[in-house]
C-alpha cells in the first residue's frame, strides 16, 4: 500500500547536527499525519515531531515531545511526499533508533482504505 524509506541516521557528536528524510510512496491518497517516533534500547517508542494536514493536504498542526522543543524542527515537502526532521543541539540521551509514521487515506485495495505505515527505522547515535 504505502511505503516509507527513511535515510540521514548516523553517529554524531554531542552538540552536533543530522537531518533525517522519510519519503512515502505507493497508494497514496491523502497524507493525514506524518511525523517521526523513536525508541532508545529497554524503553518504548515515543513520539518525537508530528505533522498533521488535512484531506486537502492543508496545514493542521505541528507537535513535539517536550525533550526536543526549540532543538528539532520537522518539515514537509507535500509535492514529494517527504517529511524531514531536522536535529540540532543533539544529546546522548537523543540516541534510539527513529521511525517514519505516515496516516491517511489510500487509493487500493480500496478507495479512501486508510493505512498506518511505518519505516524501517534509522539509528541515530549521539555520543557524549
Known amino acids: 500500500q504505502v511505503q516509507l524509506v527513511e535515510s540521514g541516521g548516523g553517529l554524531v557528536q554531542a552538540g552536533g547536527s543530522l537531518r533525517l528524510s522519510c519519503a512515502a510512496s505507493g497508494s497514496i491518497f491523502s497524507i493525514n499525519a506524518m511525523g517521526w517516533y523513536r525508541q532508545a534500547p529497554g524503553k518504548q517508542r515515543e513520539s518525537v515531531a508530528v505533522?498533521?494536514?488535512?484531506?486537502?493536504?492543508?496545514?493542521?498542526?505541528?507537535n513535539y515531545a517536550d525533550s526536543v522543543k526549540g532543538r528539532f524542527t520537522i518539515s514537509r515537502d507535500n509535492a514529494k511526499n517527504t517529511v524531514y526532521l531536522q536535529m540540532n543541539s543533539l544529546k546522548p540521551e537523543d540516541t534510539a533508533v527513529y521511525y517514519c509514521?505516515?496516516?491517511?487515506?489510500?487509493?487500493?485495495?480500496?478507495?479512501?482504505?486508510?493505512?498506518?505505515?511505518w519505516g524501517q527505522g534509522t539509528q541515530v547515535t549521539v555520543s557524549s
Open positions: 505533522m498533521t494536514s488535512d484531506i486537502a493536504g492543508n496545514y493542521g498542526s505541528t
Open positions: 509514521n505516515a496516516r491517511g487515506l489510500a487509493t487500493s485495495p480500496i478507495p479512501y482504505n486508510p493505512y498506518d505505515s
